[in-house]
T-cell receptor, first 114, second 114 residues
Framework: DAMVIQNPRYQVTQFGKPVTLSCSQT?????MYWYQQKSSQAPKLLFHYYDKDFNNEADTPDNFQSRRPNTSFCFLDIRSPGLGDAAMYLC?????????????FGPGTRLLVL | AQSVTQLGSHVSVSEGALVLLRCNYSSSVPPYLFWYVQYPNQGLQLLLK??????LVKGINGFEAEFKKSETSFHLTKPSAHMSDAAEYFCAVSDQGSGNQFYFGTGTSLTVIP
């Protein structure tokens, strides 16, 4: 089945130690998104890629960066994780950026910062 | 600007009873509306979406939602709750002014009592 895959499902890192989360998709979608979801809150969009074009949300901290080396893969890099960055990180894809397009979500990576 | 309000962060129903989860939106242009379900430690799964066709939308797992422009609402219903419906439910809005950016509500946690 076509899907969005996130690895690992659980990630533990230390305060200030860089960490990378990965997402891959077999849907061949042009758009990939990264969301941050803190406990009992709505997902918050960090940034998205349309093909290789990177779109950063205005309030996304500089500590968060992303790479998309090809259509299938997208990475979220947290340069210096703080305790406040502990959250579920969700990757999503959609065929295009039209408003009616469904976004397809992966299972998420739960990040714990010690 | 677009926004979504989900009334009731927690809803409890008895097994077999009607499920009603409320969603009100604000949008300056015709909206597209989505309901997603999130089971514990999993990503978001699309239940249904409204894209300006029929105002009554049927989704998976017996859920449906009705778009009411006059009330700016898109409430989610299911005639008979099942234990497996216990989850977090998110309403989201997008419109042509926002491209494919979703604005999520803060979610409603549904508990089903046996």
């Amino acid at each position: 089945d076509a899907m969005v895959i996130q690895n690992p499902r659980y990630q533990v890192t230390q305060f200030g130690k860089p960490v990378t989360l990965s997402c891959s998709q077999t849907l061949n979608h042009n758009v990939m998104y990264w969301y941050q979801q803190k406990s009992s809150q709505a997902p918050k969009l960090l940034f998205h890629y349309y093909d290789k074009d990177f779109n950063n949300e205005a309030d996304t901290p500089d500590n968060f960066q992303s790479r998309r080396p090809n259509t299938s893969f997208c990475f979220l890099d947290i340069r210096s994780p703080g305790l406040g960055d502990a959250a579920m990180y969700l990757c999503a894809t959609s065929p295009r950026t039209r408003a009616f397009e469904t976004q397809y979500f992966g299972p998420g990576t739960r990040l714990l910062v010690l | 600007a677009q926004s979504v309000t989900q009334l009731g962060s927690h809803v409890s129903v008895s097994e077999g009873a009607l499920v009603l989860l409320r969603c009100n939106y604000s949008s300056s242009v015709p909206p597209y509306l989505f309901w997603y379900v999130q089971y514990p430690n999993q990503g978001l799964q699309l239940l249904l979406k409204y894209t300006s066709a029929a105002t009554l939308v049927k989704g998976i797992n017996g859920f449906e939602a009705e778009f009411k422009k006059s009330e700016t609402s898109f409430h989610l219903t299911k005639p008979s709750a099942h234990m497996s419906d216990a989850a977090e439910y998110f309403c989201a809005v997008s419109d042509q002014g926002s491209g494919n950016q979703f604005y999520f509500g803060t979610g409603t946690s549904l508990t089903v009592i046996p």
